[in-house]
């Protein structure tokens, strides 16, 4: 279940942040397919939120009223992430460092909208993902 949320968002952020654009990759990487990629992504191509989604639904057993909660952070969280890495006035280490809020704080509402056995299988395969890079 690796490449959880965080763990895709946190290898595409630090790709493009340090100036590495994504070419390929496995799986379960920040490689997104086909029409996710728009002239302005150049070589990085963000994770498709909603291939997130159907492997956090996969996984957590996610409820129609949780898919549509995480689908919402997920796109926000892309949205976000798009318009960070769009500022070229700041410091690649500034612009890593407002990813990881970004990434962070979109962890945690997703979090809200679990039940209890779910939030501890998230929090420990995002631990096991950070422990892993």
């Known amino acids: 279940m690796k490449g959880f949320c965080a763990v895709l968002f ?5 790709a493009a942040v340090m100036g590495s654009p994504v070419a390929a990759a496995p799986r379960n990487s920040v490689i997104a397919s086909g029409p996710e990629m728009t002239s302005d992504d150049s070589a990085l191509r963000l994770p498709d939120p909603h291939k997130e989604l159907r492997q956090l639904s996969k996984n957590l057993k ?12 997920l796109q926000e969280r892309k949205r976000e992430i798009r318009l960070l890495l769009d500022i070229e006035s700041l410091s690649q280490e500034y612009r890593d460092t407002l990813a990881t809020k970004v990434i962070k ?3 945690a509402q997703i979090e809200t909208l679990l039940r209890s056995k779910q939030k501890r299988k998230f929090d420990k395969e995002l ?3 950070h422990e892993t890079h």
């Open 105 to 107: 704080d979109s962890d």
């Open 62 to 73: 996610l409820k129609r009223d949780q898919r549509a909660g995480v689908s919402s952070i």
């Open 127 to 129: 631990a096991r993902d």
């Open 10 to 14: 946190s290898a595409a952020v630090a």
